[in-house]
């Protein structure tokens, strides 16, 4: 792949209009031909750049959120997830979470988006996760054995799965934070 062709700033706008794309139209009425002609490129640059449109969606995402969770260390469990939480807003995670409720239908229909979004968007979240959870280990804010550490991830990805279904609600900082006192910290006993 010669993915030197494109310098950084064009890769940048072709993945912002493959997420507006994506929100204007879902994953699976989203085409090569749309992206090419919104960004006005060719079909085969697209898909010599990123061989199908599953793994230029998932780039699109994993692009579109900078954030790396095992780069984030302020000394603190809570001061990480704070950390974390600060460098996004209300409006990206609503934006986030509508495109990840329009991916999860075609997720179980697609076995390329599903390994690519595994891939490159789900299990570095968790190893980010797992980084920041080690250093709480590792500093003695939460013991070793503490039966909550294995389900974190599983309790992030629920409070965001869970507030749109129970309460017809977006995912914001608010309710994050206030989870993650409520819940994640008296769970793992910081």
Not at 30 to 59: F, I, N, P
Not at 136 to 142: M, N, P, S
Request: glycine content about 6%; charged content about 25%.
């Amino acid at each position: 792949m010669a993915r030197s062709r494109l310098t950084p700033e064009r890769e940048s706008e072709l993945y912002s209009a493959v997420l507006d794309l994506l929100g204007e139209v879902g994953y699976e009425a989203l085409t090569m031909d749309a992206v090419a002609a919104r960004t006005h490129s060719s079909k085969a640059t697209l898909y010599r750049q990123w061989g199908s449109k599953a793994e230029l969606v998932v780039k699109a995402l994993r692009n579109d959120k900078p954030v790396h969770l095992a780069d984030v260390d302020t000394g603190s469990l809570r001061g990480d997830f704070l950390a974390v939480m600060g460098q996004t807003d209300d409006c990206k995670m609503e934006k986030n979470s509508a495109l990840l409720r329009g991916l999860s239908h075609a997720v179980h229909n697609n076995p390329d988006l599903f390994q690519a979004l595994r891939e490159l968007l789900i299990e570095p979240e968790i190893t980010g996760l797992g980084s920041m959870l080690q250093r709480a280990v590792d500093r003695g804010e939460v013991r070793p054995d503490n039966p909550a550490l294995p389900y974190v991830p599983h309790m992030m990805i629920g409070a965001f799965a869970a507030r749109e279904l129970v309460e017809e609600r977006p995912v914001d900082q608010a309710f994050l934070t206030d989870y993650a006192e409520s819940v994640v910290f008296p769970a793992l006993g910081v």
